[in-house]
């Protein structure tokens, strides 16, 4: 059974930093593309970076240039690198693989 637990949400101030982690297990973490999402207050989720198997990488054009996902197949985890942040950033982020959601972690940029 695929479980994905994500962690480092918290409250930051516009122009702050946060890294978001996502670990994983249940799966061969290595062999499957793992992708952050968001869902802010009345709106729907959206896609906001994808790494694939091979390391490749696609983002949300309002993110591009500002969050960074990578992933440790080591340790069975998925980061974003969250910099400059704005409110507009702000929602429950999650992460997802194999079809399975995380719970979700809630980030908050104050202005």
């Known amino acids: 059974q695929v479980q994905l637990v994500e962690s480092g949400g918290g409250l930051v101030q516009a122009g702050g930093s946060l890294r978001l982690s996502c670990a994983a297990s249940?799966?061969?973490?290595?062999?499957?593309?793992i992708g952050w999402y968001r869902q802010a207050p009345g709106k729907q989720r959206e896609l906001v970076a994808v790494?694939?198997?091979?390391?490749?990488?696609k983002y949300a054009d309002s993110v591009q240039g500002r969050f960074t996902i990578s992933r440790d197949n080591a340790k069975n985890t998925v980061y974003l690198q969250m910099n400059t942040l704005k409110p507009e950033d702000t929602a429950v982020y999650y992460c997802?693989?194999?079809?399975?959601w995380g719970q979700g972690t809630q980030v908050t940029v104050s202005s």
């Open positions: 997802k693989a194999k079809g399975t």
């Open positions: 790494i694939g198997v091979g390391g490749m990488t």
């Open positions: 249940g799966m061969i973490f290595s062999l499957n593309d």
